[in-house]
């Protein structure tokens, strides 16, 4: 028997895949560990959306590879976006890895299988026929990523994820309802709906359905008790969505919306599709049909052509809409892009300058934000014991998605238990975490 260990980096939709690759792994010949030291397969799903991502799955490699080269492992396997962008090239640097596969998680087990497997396996990344039942195995508990579409048909200037992705494909929704009572019988309370771009929804299916059909859907799974939404872009809300996300309970009052900027002449550069006047509608909009609700963006800076009165005004911005959550990366240079050849490139120290002054404004409202929480009753989803002392539990409000936001601390009570919503009160707040205690 083979023991595997499976390293996942990037974003969430490529943890769906990894757990995808951890179900199709024959069970009779291999069994999954935790410490790499133990393995005797290591896989490496890559990320290669900007070069900092790049940077941290070259790395990751590097390090299995001195493994290898140790006899510490048997065999190496990178998979994902990295070696679908750079397949070749990577073969050619790493000769230590065994196998390079692109962004099809379901022919990890082929070349586990197959004795002589080829060392690259990297298919179109515009395959029609994905696999939306493939098992997938849940690795995070009472939570779960949902993945509703594949790839992206949009065309922003920066980004390379369509040429890895290929073009938006919806999953339908008796397969989405379907794999949500499957977690649901898992114990599963969360669901965080993930793609590319979550409000195209449905666009390209026959006939066409778009997301409010897909959560009006969602919602009657028995057994799932908060339904996150991430991604959602700003231009194409389909009707409905915001009344259905205001009534219906399960929809947490949650908002992932990546915008990017705010300045038009960035935004058309870009390639977004939208403009300010209908970023600062959609945001008003939820605000006002919504109560409390949390709303979260990413905001990129020092895209080409950027001038410090673009970036001012996005401060601006980010200061009076006072975001809840926020996340900003600087513009990487990406081949094979349309920003990579536009002019007005700006330098390193320009871009880190600015990402700098954006994220110390954010964490002064992050903090402003949750000093105002003192005192108010919050539901809480208890996920574990802290590892840091057995004396503690971990879990996450509603306002808080997994892994991207802060969490919640309390101290252990008698009738209290991992897997369950619980009533409780903040009590303390740091700049993005908060203490609190249960209610009776």
């Not at 992206?152 to 992705?165: D, E, G, K, T, V």
């Not at 771009?197 to 449905?202: E, F, I, K, N, S």
């Not at 934000?369 to 409000?397: D, F, Q, T, Y």
Request: glycine residues 6%.
């Amino acid at each position: 028997m083979k023991r595997v260990h499976l390293i996942s980096l990037g974003c969430p939709k490529n943890r769906v895949d990894t757990e995808t690759m951890l179900a199709a792994l024959p069970g009779v010949q291999h069994q999954l560990t935790t410490r790499v030291e133990d393995a005797d397969v290591v896989i490496v799903n890559t990320c290669a959306f900007i070069e900092d991502a790049k940077q941290e799955s070259i790395d990751t490699i590097l390090e299995m590879a001195e493994l290898r080269k140790a006899n510490q492992l048997g065999k190496l396997i990178v998979t994902g976006c990295l070696s679908q962008r750079y397949p070749e090239e990577l073969a050619e640097e790493l000769p230590e890895v065994d196998h390079f596969i692109g962004t099809d998680p379901t022919l990890v087990a082929e070349i586990l299988d197959d004795r002589n497997a080829p060392r690259l396996r990297v298919t179109s990344p515009d395959r029609l026929g994905y696999q939306w039942d493939a098992p997938r195995l849940n690795s995070m508990g009472y939570s779960s990523y949902l993945k509703v579409a594949e790839g992206c048909s949009n065309s922003c200037a920066f980004c390379i994820i369509p040429a890895l992705r290929g073009p938006q494909r919806s999953r339908g929704i008796d397969s989405i309802v379907a794999e949500a009572e499957r977690l649901a019988g898992q114990g599963v309370l969360e669901l965080n709906l993930v793609a590319q771009d979550l409000t195209a929804y449905g666009f390209d299916l026959q006939p066409r359905l778009n997301l409010t059909h897909m959560l009006e859907a969602l919602a009657q799974v028995d057994g799932i008790r908060w339904i996150r939404l991430l991604y959602a872009y700003p231009r194409s809300f389909p009707k409905g969505l915001i009344e259905l996300m205001a009534r219906e309970e399960k929809i947490v009052p949650y908002l992932d919306m990546p915008l990017q900027h705010i300045s038009d002449p960035v935004l058309k550069a870009m390639r977004r599709g939208t403009n300010a006047e209908t970023i600062r509608k959609r945001v008003a909009e939820l605000r006002a049909q919504i109560p409390h609700i949390t709303l979260r963006t990413t905001l990129l800076v020092g895209h080409p052509g950027e001038t410090e009165d673009d970036f001012k005004r996005l401060l601006e911005f980010v200061e009076a809409t006072r975001f809840e959550r926020l996340g900003a990366f600087a513009y990487s240079r990406e081949e094979n892009t349309p920003s990579h050849d536009l002019p007005h490139q700006l330098p390193e120290a320009v871009k880190a300058e600015r990402l700098d002054r954006l994220m110390f404004t954010q964490r002064q409202i992050a903090r402003e934000h949750n000093e105002a929480l003192v005192g108010r009753e919050v539901e809480v989803l208890v996920e574990r014991v802290s590892e840091e002392s057995e004396l503690v539990m971990i879990g996450r409000a509603a306002s808080q998605a997994p892994e991207i936001d802060g969490i919640c601390y309390m101290g252990l009570h008698d009738g209290i238990e991992p897997g369950q919503i619980i009533k409780a009160e903040i009590t303390q707040v740091t700049d993005y975490d908060l203490a609190v205690e249960p209610l009776d």
